[in-house]
Each structure stands twice: as C-alpha cells, then as structure tokens.
C-alpha cells in the first residue's frame, strides 16, 4: 500500500526499531495505552506483545479493513483522526474503574502532518498520560530543541 503524503505517513519498517519504541513505554499488562496512526502494525503488533487495552486511532480509510481483519477484538480500533476526538472523555477514567488517573500512556509513530497541533493537545492533557514514547521525524526533533 502506497503511503499518502496529504496525511504525512511514514510506515514503520524495521521490526527492531518498532520493538525499541514499545519497550521505552514499560508496558504493564492490562494499562491503557493509545497509538495514533497504526499503519501496517509493525508497532502494533510489538505493543500488543506487552498484554495492554490498546487503542489506535487510523485516519487512512484504506486501512481500517486490514487492520480490523488483522487485529480483531484484540484492540480497539477508531477510524478517524486524533485531532478531532473528545479528548476530555476519551482520557478521562471511568467512575466504575480502578487505574489511577494518569494510567494512560500513548506510544506512536507519529505522521508528519499532524506533529505540532498534536503536542499542542498532549501539552494540555499531558497530566492525563503516565507515559508519552513518541518517534519524530528527524528535523521536527531538532526545531524541538
């Protein structure tokens, strides 16, 4: 599958840098953790080695029925985009739940596109993540310094 430039994709290729950012976040079985933009699932699949409540969020369209019949009801797939969610809800703890408030952590390979409006959100709900591993694009991360 062709990745798309409008959407800023760069899919994750190398296994061993996908395994690298999984074990940064020190999943715990059954933690909540996010991944935007799963791609083909080289992350996901290292992600889900750990034993979370793994959420993606997919905007691609075109991906939705590979990741749906890959992955099943092992985690919960949202198609649409990260920036438009209700992040106030979606990183809330429910009432009936035990995890502490910030027991959600985000693990990404991030596209390009959506960098800045996306630290943006995470700057104000940074309180609701016990954890954030984010992979950049090289020249983001130098601008970042």
């Not at 699932?41 to 590979?66: A, C, H, K, N, W």
């Not at 920036?83 to 979606?90: G, T, V």
Request: proline share 6%.
């Amino acid at each position: 599958m062709k990745q798309l430039k409008e959407l800023g994709q760069n899919f994750l290729t190398d296994r061993s840098v996908a395994a690298a950012i999984a074990s940064a976040a020190e999943i715990k079985p059954g933690e909540r953790v996010w991944e935007i933009g799963p791609g083909r699932g080289i992350l996901t699949d290292e992600l889900l080695s750990f034993g979370p409540r793994l959420t993606v969020f997919e905007l691609d369209r075109r991906l939705i029925p590979y990741l749906d019949e890959r992955y099943g009801d092992r985690l919960s797939l949202i198609h649409g985009d990260i920036l438009r969610q209700d992040w106030q809800a979606m990183t809330s703890v429910a009432a009936d739940s035990q995890p502490e408030p910030d027991s959600l952590k985000l693990v990404s390979n991030l596209p390009y596109q959506i960098t800045s409006p996306l630290l943006d959100l995470l700057q104000r709900y940074h309180d609701r993540f016990k954890c954030i591993v984010l992979m950049l694009q090289k020249e983001v991360a130098q601008r970042l310094q």
